[in-house]
Nanobody
């Protein structure tokens, strides 16, 4: 059974950084793209990043491009999301999710393509 667990969230000041981790179990991570989503209070869940399995290509939403970096360590069955230059509008619950192993994320990602989700980790950006 595929499981994902996020960690690394917390309280940080504007301009600060956090590194989120997504630990995947039950499958061989090598075959899976992993997406990151977030949901701010009162807003819809937003896809913010995805990293592919075979070629390791990475995609970012415009709202985070240049500030966030996704990476993967297949040997550790972990995907990371480095959050830099954080803004108050980055506040929300951050989720990692896994799609079908055949899925390839490109310049657009939809949460309907991701069937397995973690429970989320809270990121709060506040002075």
């Amino acid at each position: 059974q595929l499981q994902l667990v996020e960690s690394g969230g917390g309280l940080v000041q504007p301009g600060g950084s956090l590194r989120l981790s997504c630990a995947i179990s039950g499958v061989t991570l090598d075959y899976y793209a992993i997406g990151w989503f977030r949901q701010a209070p009162g807003k819809e869940r937003e896809g913010i990043s995805c990293i592919n399995a075979r070629d390791g290509t990475r995609n970012y939403a415009d709202s985070v491009k240049g500030r966030f970096t996704v990476s993967r360590d297949n040997a550790k069955n972990t995907v990371y999301l480095q959050l830099n230059s954080l803004k108050s509008e980055d506040t929300g619950v951050y989720y990692c999710a896994a799609p079908d192993p055949m899925y390839y994320c490109s310049n657009f990602m939809s949460e309907v393509d991701f069937g397995s989700w973690g429970q989320g980790t809270q990121v709060t950006v506040s002075s």
